[in-house]
């Protein structure tokens, strides 16, 4: 699938920088606890640079050192940014998690991860939508 989201705008370098400085607390869908895969990668290094990260992972009990939580709404915490690891059509189900959470400011898809009936949705309830970025990536882009 394409990344469509002419009616939404996606951040540019600005806006992506303001996300990182905005945000504090981020909530990992599909977090491994395998440290090879790319969501152990992602939150090890975000943990590291000052983030607070909330696993979201459907077995064990930590990861990363963390309180592993089996959905977003498990969290009693607000939380900043939801960053999803999963395919593209769970997101149809997060951002309604994402809604009813009410806390959270940021809905990113991971890179290669596109869902613009999501983002649609996300960016039509006042929330910053990501797709198809990594935020690893563009931390050490624009934050270093």
């Known amino acids: 699938m ?4 002419s ?8 806006g992506i920088k303001d996300i990182f400085s905005m945000c504090k ?11 090879t895969k790319d969501s152990h990668k992602v939150a090890r290094y975000l943990q590291e640079h000052g983030f607070k990260i909330y696993p979201i992972y459907p077995k064990e009990e930590i ?3 963390e309180k592993v ?3 977003l709404l498990d969290i009693p915490e607000s939380v900043d940014m939801v960053d999803m690891f999963r395919k593209p059509e769970i997101a149809d189900g997060l951002i309604e998690e994402v809604l009813k959470k009410g806390d ?3 809905f990113w898809l991971q890179l290669g991860i596109v869902n613009n009936q999501a983002c649609t949705k996300a ?12 935020t690893k990536v ?7």
């Open 104 to 106: 959270v400011k940021v």
């Open 25 to 35: 607390s981020i909530a990992i869908i599909g977090l491994s606890p395998d440290p």
């Open 63 to 65: 990861i990363l050192g």
């Open 138 to 144: 563009e931390y050490e882009r624009l934050m270093k």
């Open 2 to 5: 394409e990344c469509d989201i």
């Open 123 to 134: 960016h039509e309830n006042g929330l910053i939508a990501v797709q198809n970025r990594c």
């Open 7 to 14: 009616n939404i705008s996606m951040p540019g370098d600005a």
């Open 69 to 71: 939580y089996r959905t």
